[in-house]
């Protein structure tokens, strides 16, 4: 029991004297700890298309995703113990400015950037010679 009475009808009040506020649990969680950027499933196959190209190729043998806070990122190896050749990154932050989608080569310089991940992933075609 407590020395104070009971308010009925009245909100709850916070110890300064402010009325309580009813929080959505999983909003707050996804405030305080927001959902990582991925791939989507027909991002996923456009990229793991390119990466099965070139491994029959012989020039991949392997790849790494993370998926961060601001950023999704494929990284494809030469050999797995080597820094990555390619990362094919996206980061929807830059969605409506330069693109959400970049290919950065291993010195760090980015290739090609843009908004659609097809054209960015054009920067893998080869382009044709002529054989006399």
Do not use: C
């Not at 009925?8 to 009813?22: E, K, L, N, V, Y």
Request: overall charge positive; proline content about 6%.
């Amino acid at each position: 029991m407590t020395d104070e009475p009971d308010l009925q009808g009245q909100p709850p009040h916070t110890q300064d004297g402010r009325p309580a506020s009813i929080v959505d649990l999983q909003e707050y969680r996804q405030s305080r700890d927001p959902l990582p950027v991925t791939f989507h499933r027909r991002e996923l196959d456009a990229i793991l298309w390119i990466y099965g190209r070139m491994v029959g190729e012989g020039e991949w043998r392997d790849y790494a995703i993370d998926h961060l806070k601001e950023k999704a990122v494929f990284s494809v190896f030469k050999r797995s113990g080597e820094y990555p050749l390619y990362r094919i990154e996206k980061n929807p932050k830059l969605a409506s400015k330069q693109g959400a989608f970049s290919v950065v080569g291993a010195d760090g310089r980015i290739l090609k950037r843009g908004h659609e991940l097809k054209q960015v992933l054009k920067v893998f075609d080869k382009a044709l010679k002529l054989v006399e």
